[in-house]
Nanobody
Framework: QVQLVESGGGLVQAGGSLRLSCAAS????????MGWFRQAPGKEREFVAA???????YLADSVKGRFTISRDNAKNTVYLQMNTLKPEDTAVYYC??????????????????WGQGTQVTVPS
């Protein structure tokens, strides 16, 4: 139902920062819990961060303290600020959305819409 387009990926050195953006279509952005997942080669897609329509956040342990998720409902956009990047953060990052759910539930629900992904590369 909702279209998601990620941007902001690229190559950054270890210890550096990057901000990803996910632009959503439609008029009901505020009704969606938004989040980020990532998938590295040979690995399963894993949950990174989520934010509810009300602003409650939930982060994976692997990125807690380094990444921040935020949203601007007026711009229909969710952001992932990634600091202190590590080589293990290298992955395709996917934006995800699910209507009427919690930030925690987005990590596990099967009823999600997906963006096309954006590559983040942190050389070792």
């Amino acid at each position: 139902q909702v279209q998601l387009v990620e941007s902001g990926g690229g190559l950054v050195q270890a210890g550096g920062s990057l901000r990803l953006s996910c632009a959503a279509s439609g008029r009901t952005f505020g009704s969606y819990t938004m989040g980020w997942f990532r998938q590295a080669p040979g690995k399963e897609r894993e949950f990174v961060a989520a934010i509810s329509g009300g602003g409650s956040t939930y982060l994976a342990d692997s990125v807690k303290g380094r990444f921040t998720i935020s949203r601007d409902n007026a711009k229909n956009t969710v952001y992932l600020q990634m600091n202190t990047l590590k080589p293990e953060d290298t992955a395709v990052y996917y934006c995800a959305a699910a209507k009427y759910t919690t930030a925690q539930a987005l990590a596990v629900t099967s009823n999600k819409s997906w963006g096309q992904g954006t590559q983040v590369t942190v050389p070792s």
